[in-house]
């Protein structure tokens, strides 16, 4: 096998912690993040280029969303071929390229993994559908006939996340399961050829150097048991946490364990993370036993409001859910399927603010792309550019993710901001032309330098990082202060200034600070103590 540089990166030892356990993972969204040929989608030539910007931010990986061989159903989590680049994206010798610059950069590449489903035209299913029924390759999905008395009605009630029916009939009568939108087929996890396939798959892109998988819809490949009736008429939701019979059944950690055993064949830290939507933190918790995975998004953390109490029983819910299992608490604000935390919190001053918490709290922590330049939400989106699926499709998901993924802006005035030299797949509000990182790079009171020097305090301030809890201080009502070693973070969530005794020497504040026993509105302030 290939020597790779990612086997020559540090590796935890008996003292030192596993690298996942601190790191800043950004997260890119490949046809948003840069365009390097000017069909107005991004690609990873573009991505490549720009990886000198994300060292230069302070990351310590890179979170790269589906660029794989797809139809595009689903932006890509839609995958067609797993060892295959979608040509929107480039090669499979561009994903080499990005995976070994990012190495030589001193950055982590993590890939994204869709094993729940993949798209119908798999030649997997694509050839199950020319079987027919009862045949072999059927086996890998869940074909059933229907009920009624031609088989006219759905095999069970679930319902799809993105609305109606999550089963489709074909042709010859069977109908198979799909959670998501019907391009998008489900695997039978229970058949081994599937088991297998993964754990090939897992091995072609940990020979290629990457350096762990951000693993989709990992609470949902197993199904409970007969595929049993919901019982009950309620609109699943893609981000929530209802108990139901396909999501976080028990059978999934079996999967888990066996992917472990692969990722520590490889030398250099490969680590599995969970997007695991669960009922509750401990739940969640049992993916990251020491046997299986590494990390999963705290998405209890992500659902949290701009509220001190509320932020802080979380705080301490996350932390303690993860420390009987060992594993680092992550900590994430947006992501490419929630509004960008500046709208959803209300103000660019709480998103700064929230930031500064977020990079303080022991653990892994997450930065979603544009975040570092405080964007918002793009509310205004034309229905005719629009392209996430659940937004063509009744009683589904709100449909309104693609507001979050509009391309992000680099340098000019405008659009499409440096992204590239043929507009942007989505449209770019003119108001973003001072939000460019050439707009905001040197200006001391912009959210890039806010986010860079953070993440630079972060780095070389020997009580950030990793850790399992914080000593909570005596606060207000509405504000936040907790000690790490001789590190205090102080937080004001109300939008009124908040006297509190300066508890050390300011190292940084979210806002402008005047009397440094008064905490201003909104605002999150970083102390040596």
């Known amino acids: 096998m290939t020597q790779h540089l990612a086997d020559a990166l540090p590796t935890s030892t008996g003292t030192q912690p596993g690298w996942w356990r601190e790191a800043v993972i950004y997260q890119v969204y490949p046809r948003s993040f840069a ?41 890509g989590y839609d995958v067609a071929d797993y060892r295959a680049i979608d040509p929107m994206f480039g090669t499979l010798h561009d994903a080499d390229a990005v995976i070994r610059e990012a190495h030589e950069l001193g950055l982590r590449i993590i890939v994204d993994l869709v094993p729940n489903h993949c798209s119908d035209q798999h030649e997997w299913f694509k050839q199950a559908l020319r079987e027919g029924p009862g045949t072999p390759l059927r086996e890998r999905f869940h074909f059933r006939p229907g009920q009624g008395d031609n088989g006219e009605l759905p095999p069970n009630d679930w319902e799809s996340i993105f609305g109606g029916p999550a089963w489709t009939r074909v042709a ?56 049993p009736d919901l019982g009950r008429d309620e609109q699943l939701k ?19 364990r066996s992917w472990r055993l692969v990722l520590d064949e490889y030398a250099g830290d490969r680590i599995g993370v969970a997007e695991a939507w669960t009922p509750s933190a ?24 701009w509220d001190a109490e509320a932020l802080r029983a979380t705080i301490d819910e996350s ?47 997450y930065v979603y792309q544009g975040e570092e330049l405080g964007l918002p939400e793009v509310v205004d989106l034309p229905d ?9 499709k009744a009683n589904g998901q709100d449909g309104l993710r693609d507001g979050c993924r509009v391309p992000i802006p680099w340098s000019g005035d405008q659009a499409p901001y440096g992204f590239g030299t043929g507009g942007s797949w989505l449209p770019q509000p003119a108001e973003w032309a001072g939000l460019s990182v050439e707009a905001q790079t ?11 020097s953070a993440l630079g305090v972060r780095r070389e301030h020997p009580a950030l990082g990793a850790g399992d809890a914080v000593e909570w201080l005596p606060a207000p009502a509405g504000v936040l202060a907790f000690r790490r070693g001789d590190f205090v973070c102080t937080v004001n969530t109300t939008d009124e200034p908040v006297r509190l005794p300066a508890p050390g020497t300011v190292v940084l504040a979210s806002g402008e600070l005047g009397d440094p026993d008064v905490l201003p509105a909104d605002c999150t302030v970083w102390w040596q103590g």
Request: net charge negative.
């Open 172 to 227: 010859d009568g069977e109908w198979y399961l799909h959670l998501f939108a019907p391009e998008q087929p489900d695997f039978n996890w229970e058949h081994p050829a599937v088991q297998d396939e993964f754990r090939s798959i897992l091995r072609f892109w940990l020979d290629l150097g990457a350096d762990g998988f951000r693993i989709d819809v990992a609470h949902g490949l197993v199904k409970a048991p007969g595929l």
């Open 35 to 75: 365009d390097s040929n000017g069909d107005g989608m991004g690609d990873l030539e573009g991505i490549r280029s720009r990886l000198p910007y994300l060292k230069e931010l302070g990351v310590d990986a890179v979170w790269l969303s589906p660029f794989y061989a797809s139809p595009q159903a689903d932006a």
């Open 442 to 452: 040197g200006d001391p009171d912009s959210t890039l330098e806010l986010y860079r």
């Open 238 to 256: 893609l981000l929530g946490n209802q108990v139901l019979p396909f999501f976080d059944q028990d059978g999934v950690h079996e999967i888990y």
């Open 282 to 305: 401990d739940r969640t918790a049992l993916y990251l036993r020491p046997d299986e995975l590494h990390q999963a998004f705290n998405f209890h953390y992500l659902n949290t409001g």
């Open 384 to 392: 005719e550019v629009r392209q996430d699926p659940s937004f063509f």
């Open 319 to 365: 932390l303690d859910s993860m420390r009987p299992v060992g594993a680092p608490t992550t900590w994430v604000l947006s992501n490419h399927d929630v509004v960008r935390h500046r709208t959803r919190f209300g103000s660019l001053e709480r998103a700064r603010a929230a930031a500064l918490l977020m990079l303080a709290l022991p653990g892994s922590a």
